[in-house]
């Protein structure tokens, strides 16, 4: 990446100037620069802005935009409300070093096909507050292509009676996921995310409809509700395999989530 | 046998091991003066094309440019890169800098500059037209393609190895031993299967590097990441038309070899432009372009066809290899023969055998040598076809092999006919406990020929695959190490080789044996290796022949010292040479009258004795008559997810007979860390070229390598062995440990799913495709 | 830009461009000791700790790491020195391009992790790659090591 200059605002409404202006960059971790090939005239470093937290309420928990992925990993707060489907979510980002380095702000805003985090996020319905304007809806977030500058300033899950389920099928352990799933039920309703398809994270709405209603899940309706979750969503070719296999893999790896939801 | 050594067989530490944990400047970047020009590669887009123009205008005006070149400022000479003894079996078919590219990455142009930023502007800038080729991408369509890919005249083989170029073929061979057509027809069973190994990349950490300087004298000095010293300097002597005297190559500590440093690679550029300028100069690649421009793995397709009694006795086995080496030549025959002289004498007790096919140029990445060399690449297919008949035959898979698979004591004809790109060697194998291997292996993974395959959960089955291998000890005839042993002041010795430590631990390795022969310790030993001006010739790290070979030399230098001490002793005592005996810490006379310490031998040598004061040295030089191969057997036992198609290894059992292990925990390490890459090529190393002839897999985000999270674990063990012609009873254990995954691996997928899989890498896909498949049908 | 780094203690300032990596500005500044293994950030040979922390310094820009503190192998040079007896006591040191990154990471799980078992030192250590010694004497040497620090 190549960048005319490099500024750390001391406040959000410094950042958020700064970002209207032309080709202005928020960088998260900053892990994709050396790869990228953008040439960037202001890149903003949002480290001095204190948007490294994980603060929990009875109804909700906040993750400040610049909480690293390890950070996710080994939080006792997401443990404790969510169990292990944080720490499973990320484990397989290349190694701790990676972990240490890449922001669920920057995650969000790449909206990147291969991320298992966005996939999480997306069932757990997380919302994406940003400085000087209306949170918005993980799904909205993921459809919608921002015109206005858009700073992330943190992203808001809520927590009642929520659980959630992070299935994925890779080659190596850090590869990435040749496609990923992510199942959550809050109160009676249930969400059912695919990612990696190679394309970004999408809901399975049909799917989901299928367990609306059943107070327990059996093996045969988790494995009706995938058939049907793995019919509705459109899956792609690249690399690490085609369409027809991601979408035979998505029903059992659906399946599995759902059940693990459901136990 | 039952030996008691006290240097060999001992876990001693490599000597290098604190120094490069701790971060010391090791490797050739880090040895790289400060102001050594940076030299970068402009790299063709096309996977085959003529260029027009290359116009250095724009990059003249970089700031800090130095110098630009293209063909044209290069004389032409035809050469080979490939790391080989002379005459090389490569055909001569690559120019330094040539009018056409052959593959997307081949060298167009270089530039210098003073710094990184600079030369890569400089190189951003440099403007080249070309004429676009039709390329040749299916290596199955490549022999006799209307688009020939080397019509230059200048291009020549060495002796006769079946080069033709108009043909696209860069070597071709055949032998036959009996009528295979014949034996196959009579045979009660017969099986024939096609299977096809992909274009694997070494991945050594440590990308290719180079920097040269001219020293005081004015010759060229190159330091590089190289795997063969001596034949680096021939080699660029050769390309840059310069004397080999006026050429000093000096390899450093290096980041990996596995024969992806067995070649001339960058060294002819940061030689050029130090030439050109006077000054000192580098080139360090990418992994971009270490992916797409250094060598890759000879991608195959094998035909095997095996016909055997009903009762399993193996009467005839043909194997027909079509070989992909890419752009140009390298190691295309030696790689190609080695798929079959290093696999067929496994089941020696045929009635016939017959190995032949081509090696064919496309434009894609050249191939190159690559740990296992062509055995890696045989052994998918026959121990994959040895299971197929198994199960044709209602027969246990080990239960086959041991009724077929060659014994101590025995032969094979394909020892005679199969060599290095001719003719080998005849030879009895006098150390073969394959029968242990296989006994104890199948004790370690517990092997039941009624449940090799049982279900552990819905969905989830473990299974069980075996395989065999060998590989060999040295080239005999054509490898040869040398060594040299010099008394020092103190009593302590120099030990001079061309032997090159790769991190595999050779120099330590050899001071053992120098230490073991000597009868002193290997902390009495200081090595210097791999330096062209000041230590002897080796063929260097390949072939697996460090320790068979230049071991061997080592043990000649050290009984020639101990005969050199005996005389200078003798001197001393004025008594004949024949009365004197050294054990290790004195020289005394027979009878025990006169003895004089080696320490204080040592003084008196260099300072005391007037007249006769000298320096005591003694070199010993070595080239095999034979080449005997180490084996092992290879068990693995996997789970597997039904539904998704992945394969995860829980553990791999590898039985080796390497003879005695000089050092039992770098024989150890040798072993796991084959297993891994035997294993990487099986399971994950996926080679994917766009329709437009570039590597797509050009990464390591792309092209994965085993994580340590990925193999569960690893049961290596060494089999009681003894090599008469080894030093102190050694064969090698570098490339042995590579083979057996991938057989092992679809064997067991076989036993679990009734799928045989016949092509790699045997990723989620392809395995749930297979699976489906098998359960159809 | 100027930045500045406190690297193994020592606080320097460096002249850079903006868009330039910590991998590159530490190794011209001679710390020869944190290597370039890869381009995207997936083999760990330039493992350097920010602020105790394990990162990739080829993933990292400079200008980000300005006014923190870095610590290369260099910095841990008794400690690394501890460790390589182990790793050097299994072979399990062989060409050592992945050392010293390794060895940092090693460094930084043992701060971080208690007890750890066999699956949680793999996973700390994931993402240190090694082409070279099939890792299995690796864990060896490193299991061995925590004990003789817990003991």
Redesign the interface.
Known sequence: ??????V?PRSLDEAYTLLTQKNAFV?G???????SLRR?ET?I?L?LLNLRFIKKTDTYIEIGAMTTA?ELETSSELEKTFGSLFKDTV?HI?????R??VTIGGTVAGKYGFSDLNTTLLALNARIVPYNGEAVDFEQFLLESHKEAFLIEKIVIDTFDTKGAFQS?R??????S?LNVAAAKAGGSWRIAVGARPGAARLAREGAKVLEGHDTIELDLAEKAAKVAAQELSFGKD????AA?RQ??C???VRRAIMEVAE | MDKHFNEVGKARPKIDGKGLVTGRPAYTDDLACGDALVVKIIRSPHAHARIISVDTSDAQKVSGFVLALSSKDVKRIPFTRAGQGHPEPSPHDKFILDEYVRYVGDEVAIVAAIDEESAAEAARLVKVTYEVLDAVLDFEEAMDNPTVIHPEPEIHDMFPIGFEPKRNIAAAYAMEIGDVEKVLESSEVSIKASYHTQAQAHVALEPHTAYTYLDLHGRLNVVTSTQNPFHTRRLLGQALDMPLRNIRIQKPRIGGGFGAKQHLHVEPYAALVTLKTGKPAKVVLSRKEVFEATFSRHQMRIDVGIGATRDGHIRAIDMHVLSNTGAYGEHALTVFMVGGSKTLPLYNKVEAVRFGGQIVYTNKVPAGAYRGYGAIQGNFALESAIDELAAKLGMDPVELRKKNMIAEGQTSEVFKIMGEGGEGVEMIVESCKLDYCVKRGCRLIDWLPSRLAYEVAPGRIRAKGMAIAMQGSGIPLIDMGSANLELQDDGFFKLHMGATDLGTGSDTILAQIAAEELGVDSDDIIVYASDTDHTPYDVGAYASSTTYVSGNAVIRAAQNMKKELCAAAATKFSVDADQVEFDGKELRTKDGSKTITLKELSFDLLYHDGLNMKTVNASGSFSGEKSPPPYMAGFVEVEIDLETGKVDVLDYVAVVDCGTPINPQLAKIQVEGGLLQGIGMALYEDVQYTENGRLRTNNLMHYKIPSREDVKKLTVEFAESYEPSGPFGAKSVGEIGIDTPLAAIANAIYNATGARIRELPLTPPRVLAAIREAAQS | MIITLTVNGQEKVHMITPGAMLVDVLRSAGYTEVKKGCDTGSCGVCTVLLDGLPILSCSYLAAKADGHEITTIRGMEKEAAEFSEFLVGEGADQCGFCSPGLALTVMAMKKELKAPSDEEIKHYLAGNLCRCSGYEGQLRAIKKYLEACRG
């Open positions: 990446m190549e960048v005319s200059s490099y750390r960088i971790g900053g892990a994709w620069s050396r790869m960037v890149a470093d480290s390890r484990a290349v190694g701790v070093q990676m240490n380095i099928i080659n190596t352990q850090g590869d990435f040749i690399l690490r395999a085609d296999y035979n893999v029903l059992p790896l």
